[in-house]
């Protein structure tokens, strides 16, 4: 959750009206995109999904997302919408720092995780 609070970040916030009866992806899909474009490697809706998941399946902080994330089988880094590598079509989670800092720009309280 968010510190200042999870209602905050994704249901009260000026860029999410309207949004309060649509399923988690959809409203990810939403917010906008905080990064600069020059080296984005990840989608931003999947690497809020991936974190997401990752805290619903008991992670506390970003070592264990990170750590969750790493081992996510392809099928489930494929329903989140992880990157496709290479011509086998291998999928590549994002790392901890990288979920670590787009959860930073996106709420800048960071995550209670406790």
């Known amino acids: 959750m968010c510190r200042q609070s999870a ?39 999947a690497v809020l999904l991936v974190a997401a998941s990752a805290v619903i399946a008991g992670a506390r902080s970003y070592a264990a997302i990170g750590q969750w994330s790493a081992n996510a ?23 901890a720092a990288t979920i670590r800092r787009v959860i930073g720009q996106v709420c800048p309280g960071g995550l209670a995780l406790t």
Request: glycine share 10%; proline share 10%.
């Open 73 to 95: 089988p392809q099928h489930t880094l494929a329903r989140l919408g992880a990157r496709v590598v290479g011509a086998m079509g291998v999928r590549v989670a994002p790392s």
């Open 7 to 45: 209602t905050v970040c994704l249901v009260k916030s000026p860029s999410l009206e309207g949004v309060a009866g649509l399923p988690l992806v959809d409203r990810l899909r939403v917010l906008r995109d905080p990064r600069r474009r020059r080296g984005v490697r990840h989608p931003f809706v």
